[in-house]
């Protein structure tokens, strides 16, 4: 008989039990078909499938190319291939809106959005990969997200699902045998994702055999036997009795190694525990250990010493070495704990200190060898290797690291935050238990960490004790249970202890700075002011590290606002300058990098100096900041310009204040001034023409207030001391303006213009003659001014002008001509030193030859 009209093989009628029944074809009718196969296809079964399988197998093969990219990290080619998986999906919405989204499509799509927000988390990754592939996953990232909305509810009840499952994990391995069905529909309602099914993924072996299994013919079929006979004898390995067709699911327990911890029979003491502590011990650091799973063990480890009564000794080494796992869990210097991580460390380190304190007879210390330690319950107390001190300052970093690496104006950052009473409890706990057993330099230590979390916080309570205020809110009553007593009592105690017995110039240091910042915040200005003084810091504190320069900045700027709030304007000004001359507060502050050029910072020290970075909420408001510059320099500078309105050589008082007086000026349209830095210049506008209402409404209105002024804890003081400032200075800059205009004023004239008590005109224009600034005299009789006319009229001011600038230029055209004849003559004669030789009667016009150019 010829091939073509052939039925069927011998290795065709083996697979008689398929699900697909193939119906043989009478000789006549098979002809012509046959005549269309080619010699590849000759061996190959015709399968009559339903579009529904024909749909599920095109997704199931997009959805291996994505999953093999995935794991070789190509994301144009994911990009590609879930665009063209979306595109077959929408080919597929009949079956879909019929039979429901498959549940392998569902687990793709969250494994997906995990895998890519995993990946945009791993800035190191990021930065590894090429042009095409950062492109294509920020593509694809905001695809999957804008794609999951419409499978909101699947993909939740999923991750629901597996959440559950894993939550029933065993004590060991169990297995579920489910009983396999024969026919098509049921492979499809299996396939398609029932309620009962577990993942649904192309991925487990099974789904793939029966995908596989409506396409492939006979030598696909014998491989697929092959692998089903590995898994029987990996079933008959665990101790599985299911028969041929069972699907087997198999559950992981998360404490599958405890039942390999010790051997049947092996007696439980401490050397034993100790050897097997060891040898998990041994295995951290190298590549490819999974260190979550030794996290429990130690923990599995913990809990058999803890049954077995083996004694605390042993218990603290396992918590000690359970800490330092979870520290290592995240190699990286710079990635932060996750919250799970992070919650399991709070409480293993509040367990041990639950130890330590109820058990008095542990000693523990890093001085104490391996071969010296007693772990063993005897009469002799317990002597364990460890630093409970570091751990805490270990995890306080962590602590500052999660902050640091969270959104600020989340609801996840207030959540973090919720966490520093308990970091602030524990550091507390500690400082109690090493104030009785601790060195004087590890109570140093735990000293500093306490005052780190107090010095930036304004405390409320004992604000509004000395305002005499009786009824507490909420929040501070949570502040009165966290805090026994005023925060300035704790800080003058721990830091005054600190100033005299720490050794460490670092230590003292911070201390004193954290001691000034905190009696600037709460306007102790003389206090601040004289430590800052008799401590000398600002010598040599370009010495110091980085994040001490950073809190030496945040204890200036804060110094110069309590200058500010206490009407010390010239003070203020003086604090502030550096900061805000720079052009760099933000980042002088810790408070957020200044984008530069790669030359001046490469991506190393990037990284160094984003993990400096002060969390957010410590951070000290810009605005606020650079609003009480500008208003301290329009107070000092507008009176200045007034006085030294013709001076030639007048000099600036603030660069940056002019710089914005100049940017107004450059403005075609003024209209209504809209920023901070706008009213600003539009009072010192006002101020100098003498106006303090304007000026006043400019710098007090509901829009700088909410801004600037209401974020200070004394609002209605702070304004009613600029009032009266913007009073005074306007006074002063009116009498310097137009004090060629009058012959005489009265004192009473201009206590009614500018809305000041006589007195106080009086004392500003006495302090103004007694320094020269005005020249004038006080008639006591009339209450009157009096203007002398000495000073030059605006014509002679500019002749003046003028004349210094012919005898400037004058100068420098015979110094170039004198130059070129190698002869410097002038009207001056400078001797051998450079300096300048007075002739008898008078400057004598001369030179002196062959000096080298570099004089000049």
């Known amino acids: 008989m010829s091939r073509f009209f052939a039925t069927g093989s011998d290795s065709e009628s083996e697979e008689s039990s398929s699900a697909d029944e193939i119906t043989p074809k009478a000789p006549g009718t098979t002809f012509k078909q046959s005549l269309l196969l080619s010699d590849d296809e000759e061996d190959t079964k015709r399968v009559v499938r339903s ?29 590609e291939e879930f665009e063209q998986l979306c595109r077959a999906f929408l080919k597929s919405k009949n079956i879909v809106d019929k039979e429901g989204v498959p549940q392998f499509y569902i687990r793709l799509l969250a494994d997906l959005e995990d895998y890519l927000n995993q990946l945009w988390e791993d800035k190191e ?104 006979e590995e898994e029987a004898e990996e079933r008959a390995r665990w101790g599985s ?121 542990i000693f523990i210390g890093e001085n104490i060898a391996e071969d010296s330690e007693n772990l ?44 520093e009473g308990r970091v602030c409890g ?61 925060s300035a009592i704790i800080m003058d105690r721990l830091c005054k202890f600190i100033y005299a017995k720490d050794r460490t110039d670092r230590i003292r240091t911070c201390a004193i700075l954290c001691h000034i910042y905190h009696h600037a915040l709460h306007s102790r200005w003389y206090q601040a002011r004289d430590l800052m003084l008799m401590s000398h810091l600002q010598d040599n504190i370009q010495h110091a590290d980085p994040p001490v320069q950073i809190l030496y900045n945040r204890t200036m700027v804060q110094l110069g606002i309590c200058a500010f709030r206490q ?36 991506a190393e020290q990037e990284k160094i100096e984003k993990r400096r970075q002060v969390p957010f909420h410590m951070h000290i408001n810009l605005e606020l900041l650079e609003c009480v510059y500008l208003v301290s320099a329009m107070l000092l500078e507008i009176p200045y310009m007034a006085a030294h309105e013709f001076d030639a050589r007048r000099r600036m008082i603030s660069k940056q204040f002019h710089h914005q007086l100049r940017v107004g000026e450059r403005q075609p349209l003024l209209g209504p001034p809209e920023s901070m830095r706008e009213h600003v210049v539009a009072a010192s506008k006002a101020m100098k023409m003498g106006d303090w209402r304007t000026c006043h409404s400019f710098i007090i209105n509901e829009k700088m207030n909410s801004k600037v002024w209401d974020l200070f804890p004394e609002t209605q003081r702070v304004r009613e001391m600029l009032v009266r400032k913007i009073q005074e200075e306007s006074l002063r800059t009116y009498l310097f303006t137009y004090s060629s205009v009058y012959d005489s004023i009265s004192m009473e004239t201009l206590s009614e213009m500018f809305e000041l008590e006589i007195p106080t005109v009086h004392s500003i224009i006495s302090k103004m003659i007694i320094n020269e600034e005005l020249m004038a005299s006080l008639d006591q009789p009339t209450q009157t001014v009096v203007m002398h006319r000495t000073e030059p009229t605006s014509l002679q001011n500019m002749a003046l002008q003028l004349a210094e600038k012919l005898g400037s230029l004058v100068e420098n055209n015979e110094r170039i001509f004198d130059l070129k004849q190698g002869v410097y003559g002038g009207y001056f004669n400078r001797d051998q030193k450079g300096g300048y030789q007075q002739k008898q009667g008078g400057y004598q016009r001369g030179g002196y030859r062959n000096q080298n150019q570099s004089n000049y």
Not at 52 to 77: C, G, H, V, W, Y
Not at 142 to 160: G, L, S, V
């Open 51 to 79: 579009a529904k399988d024909k749909r599920f197998e095109e997704l199931t093969n997009f959805i291996k190319t994505i999953r093999n990219a995935m794991k070789i990290r190509d994301m144009s080619k994911c990009l």
């Open 125 to 228: 990754g990021k930065k590894k990969m090429n042009k095409n592939n950062a492109k294509a996953l920020s593509t694809l990232r905001q695809k999957i997200r804008k794609y999951n909305r419409d499978f909101e509810t699947e993909i939740a009840a999923y991750k629901e699902v597996s959440l559950q499952t894993n939550c029933k994990c065993e004590s060991q391995f169990s297995f579920q045998q489910d009983e396999s069905t024969s026919s098509d529909e049921d492979d499809d309602d299996e396939d398609w994702g029932g309620d009962t099914e577990e993942s649904g993924s192309e991925s487990s072996d099974d789904e793939e055999g029966k995908s596989k299994s409506l396409a492939t013919g006979g030598r696909q079929n014998q491989h697929q036997e092959g692998r089903e």
């Open 567 to 602: 009407g010390m304007i010239k003070d203020a000004h003086n604090a502030l300058l550096d900061i805000q001359s720079s052009g760099r507060a933000k980042e002088l502050l810790g408070q957020g990098l200044l984008m530069r050029n790669m030359q001046e910072r490469n």
């Open 376 to 419: 063993i319950i005897s009469d002799q107390p317990f002597r364990v290797r460890g630093c409970v001190l570091t751990l805490v300052e270990r995890m306080d970093e962590e602590f500052t690291k999660i902050m640091q690496n969270t959104d600020p104006h989340s609801q996840e950052y207030v959540d973090n935050l919720k966490d």
């Open 426 to 486: 524990i550091i507390d706990r500690l400082l109690s238990y090493l104030e009785n057993k601790g060195s004087t330099e590890e109570i140093c230590r735990v000293y500093l960490r306490r005052i780190m979390h107090t010095y930036y916080k304004f405390d409320y309570k004992a604000h509004r004790r000395s305002l005499g205020l009786q009824g507490e809110t909420k929040s501070e009553q949570d502040q009165e249970e966290s805090e026994g007593e005023d």
């Open 241 to 361: 009795a299911g028969g041929s067709n069972a699907n087997v699911v198999l559950v992981f327990s998360v404490h599958q190694e405890k039942p390999k911890m010790f051997a049947k029979g092996t007696e439980i003491n401490v050397p034993v525990v100790v050897k097997k502590l060891n040898e998990i011990l041994q295995a951290r650091g190298k590549k490819g250990t999974d260190r979550a799973a030794q996290i429990e063990l130690l923990h599995a480890l913990a809990v058999i010493a803890a049954e077995n009564n083996l004694g605390q000794g042993i218990l603290v080494k396992i918590k000690f070495n359970i800490i330092a796992s979870l520290y290592d869990y995240n190699p990286n210097l710079a990635a932060f704990m996750k919250a799970d991580m992070w919650k399991k460390c709070l409480d293993c380190i509040d367990e041990l200190l639950d130890i330590l304190f109820e058990h008095n007879d």
